[in-house]
């Protein structure tokens, strides 16, 4: 009962805040606190460069190993993410061929104990990333958590994405006009 009251609350604080960066700031606060996780960042789309760039990321300190994680989208973790629209977890990570293992410049993918994919309109929009617990290992209670919390905030991070973008783009046209 009490995680379900969280989930309905922090579904009401995301469509509750204007700006896509003060709702991943939010999400990945609540995944660090709901899950006991050391580090947690957010990579979201962003598609002038069809990458996977951080939106938000906990502790934000340069001694987080995701504060500069960047993901193409021919990166096999993007891939499989896209294609099974399901967790990856390090052991997922590990069954990978030496040849398709990602190459993520200074972050180790051993660092990362789980991916998590958001999923709007059957699109992946954006990737929680999770180092390890201070408690050991996640458990299936969390696995649950994490699906249900991207499944509840997707739709509406996307919304604020496109949005942000719907306002760049006239700011934009309207310099075009004024010259």
């Known amino acids: 009962m009490i995680e379900s009251q969280n989930l309905f609350f922090l579904?009401?604080?995301i469509n509750n805040l204007f700006g896509l960066e003060e709702q991943g700031r939010e999400l990945v606060a609540f995944v660090?606190?709901?899950t006991g996780c050391k580090h947690v960042c957010l990579l979201f789309l962003d598609t002038d460069r069809e990458d996977f760039?951080?939106?938000s990321c906990l502790p934000k300190s340069r001694a987080n190993p995701f504060h500069s994680l960047k993901l193409s989208r021919q990166n096999p973790i993007v891939k499989y993410l896209?294609?099974?629209k399901k967790l990856m977890t390090r052991e997922n990570l590990a069954t990978l061929p030496e040849s398709k293992r990602p190459r993520l410049g200074k972050t180790k993918?051993?660092?990362m104990n789980?991916?998590?994919p958001m999923i709007s309109r059957n699109r992946l929009i954006?990737?929680?990333v999770l180092e390890g617990k201070s408690s050991g290992k996640y458990s299936p209670e969390d696995y649950d958590l994490l699906r249900s919390v991207t499944e509840l905030v997707a739709v509406s991070?996307?919304?604020e994405y496109l949005r942000e973008r719907l306002v760049q783009q006239k700011e934009d046209l309207s310099v075009i006009n004024r010259s």
Do not use: F, H, P, Y
Request: proline share 0%; net charge positive.
């Open 32 to 34: 660090a606190r709901a």
């Open 53 to 55: 760039t951080v939106l």
């Open 11 to 13: 579904q009401n604080q």
């Open 82 to 84: 896209r294609q099974t």
């Open 126 to 128: 954006g990737i929680l």
């Open 109 to 111: 993918t051993d660092s």
């Open 157 to 159: 991070m996307e919304k």
């Open 114 to 116: 789980l991916l998590m």
